[in-house]
């Protein structure tokens, strides 16, 4: 994208003054962090919207990568590099006497991933992007990742990677009208329909609200960007009632709340089964769901879609899919 210093630095400005009503002298390497982040997402947004638009008009084919873990690191000075406002950003600040390091080390990774696995994962979906290639990116949005690390006295501690801080995350975007519904336990029965045919009708169930928070994957200047999708687990209004207690909310809310929980113990085991499933079966159900826009039938998604399972942790996909085709879909 084209953009001037000037430009830079009105917009960095009013967004500032707007966001914490604050001058540029007095504000904090936070609060600055904060205000550059609503800056870039107003310069993104527009290719955002145009990518989506694309791939819908031109019906083009979809790789969909699905793995538990997702470690991009900071992503700040990622994204300006990629829209090609780096240096741009950098001599805005120098004019406005800020100091582009500490505003930079102000970002808290995503503790979205442990190493290997969710390095792997980003690095394809930047390769992704940056090659020009469709493909979306589906995962679980931790509330504080694996752990972090601390060494007391030769020993190491592990606590909690709280590395939604005060702001969150500034790069997400809700999108509500993207939740589906996850069923959990209960029982399923097979009843023969008007037209003869098997049906399946679903009994005593645990229903969980599965919403997908959308984080931008910007190609290296090239109007880009494709797509990160991360699910929370919410309690649907009109389950509400069944989980009367803060112990049985928490128990929910420990579905999206620790990467790898400590799978020792048969709760352990079945939580990691619950998230694997969770993520997976809320993926394959909007993946779906977009096709069908397309207005092409439903007997040639294998046309457009193409699921990518990273390691053994999504491993339910295949049997999902062909549950939500026949039981869903007939």
Same mark, same amino acid.
């Given at each position: 994208? *084209? $953009?001037?210093?000037?430009?830079?630095? %009105?917009?960095?400005?009013?967004?500032?003054?707007?966001?914490? $009503?604050?001058?540029?002298?007095?504000?904090?390497? *936070?609060?600055?962090?904060? /205000?550059?982040?609503?800056?870039?997402?107003?310069?993104? *947004?527009?290719?955002?919207?145009?990518?989506?638009?694309?791939?819908?008009?031109?019906?083009?084919?979809?790789?969909?990568?699905?793995?538990?873990?997702?470690?991009?690191?900071?992503?700040?000075?990622?994204?300006?590099?990629?829209?090609?406002?780096?240096?741009?950003?950098?001599?805005?600040?120098?004019?406005?006497?800020?100091?582009?390091?500490?505003?930079?080390?102000?970002?808290?990774?995503?503790?979205?991933?442990?190493?290997?696995?969710?390095?792997?994962?980003?690095?394809?979906?930047?390769?992704? /992007?940056?090659?020009?290639?469709?493909?979306?990116?589906?995962?679980? %949005?931790?509330?504080?990742? $694996?752990?972090?690390?601390?060494?007391?006295?030769?020993?190491?501690?592990?606590?909690?990677?709280?590395?939604?801080?005060?702001?969150?995350?500034?790069?997400?975007? %809700?999108?509500? =009208?993207?939740?589906?519904?996850?069923?959990?336990?209960?029982?399923?029965?097979?009843?023969?329909?008007?037209?003869?045919?098997?049906?399946?009708?679903?009994?005593?169930?645990?229903?969980?609200? +599965?919403?997908?928070?959308?984080?931008?994957?910007?190609?290296?200047?090239?109007?880009?960007?494709? !797509?990160?999708?991360?699910?929370?687990? &919410?309690?649907?209004?009109?389950?509400?009632?069944?989980?009367?207690?803060?112990?049985?909310?928490?128990?929910?809310?420990?579905?999206?709340?620790?990467?790898?929980?400590?799978?020792?113990?048969?709760?352990?085991?079945?939580?990691?089964?619950?998230?694997?499933?969770?993520? *997976?079966? +809320?993926?394959?159900?909007?993946?779906?769901?977009?096709?069908?826009?397309?207005?092409?039938?439903?007997?040639?998604?294998?046309?457009?879609?193409?699921?990518?399972? !990273?390691?053994? =942790?999504?491993?339910? +996909?295949?049997? &999902?899919?062909?549950? $939500?085709?026949?039981?869903?879909?007939?």
């Amino acid at each position: 994208m *084209t $953009l001037s210093k000037d430009q830079f630095i %009105r917009d960095f400005k009013d967004t500032l003054h707007e966001e914490q $009503l604050i001058k540029v002298s007095d504000a904090t390497p *936070t609060e600055l962090f904060a /205000a550059l982040a609503k800056v870039i997402r107003k310069y993104y *947004t527009p290719l955002w919207l145009e990518r989506n638009r694309s791939l819908t008009a031109n019906k083009e084919k979809i790789a969909y990568y699905f793995s538990i873990e997702f470690l991009p690191g900071r992503m700040l000075e990622t994204n300006l590099l990629n829209l090609g406002i780096l240096d741009v950003v950098k001599e805005g600040f120098a004019e406005l006497g800020v100091d582009f390091e500490n505003v930079k080390n102000a970002e808290h990774d995503m503790a979205l991933g442990n190493g290997g696995l969710g390095r792997l994962a980003s690095a394809f979906m930047d390769s992704l /992007a940056t090659t020009g290639y469709p493909g979306f990116g589906n995962g679980l %949005r931790y509330r504080y990742g $694996l752990f972090k690390q601390k060494i007391i006295d030769g020993y190491q501690v592990e606590l909690p990677d709280d590395w939604f801080g005060s702001l969150g995350n500034v790069w997400e975007i %809700r999108k509500d =009208h993207d939740a589906v519904d996850v069923r959990l336990f209960g029982d399923v029965y097979l009843e023969q329909n008007q037209e003869g045919n098997l049906v399946p009708t679903y009994q005593n169930s645990q229903v969980l609200r +599965a919403v997908p928070y959308d984080v931008p994957q910007i190609g290296f200047q090239n109007d880009v960007v494709n !797509n990160l999708r991360l699910w929370d687990v &919410e309690i649907p209004e009109d389950q509400e009632s069944l989980y009367p207690s803060l112990e049985s909310r928490r128990a929910i809310q420990d579905i999206t709340a620790i990467l790898y929980p400590d799978d020792s113990t048969l709760e352990g085991k079945q939580l990691r089964l619950i998230q694997e499933y969770f993520m *997976t079966s +809320a993926g394959l159900q909007t993946i779906i769901k977009h096709y069908l826009k397309q207005g092409t039938p439903l007997e040639d998604i294998y046309k457009k879609v193409s699921v990518h399972i !990273n390691d053994t =942790h999504p491993a339910v +996909a295949p049997a &999902e899919f062909m549950r $939500l085709l026949v039981d869903d879909y007939g």
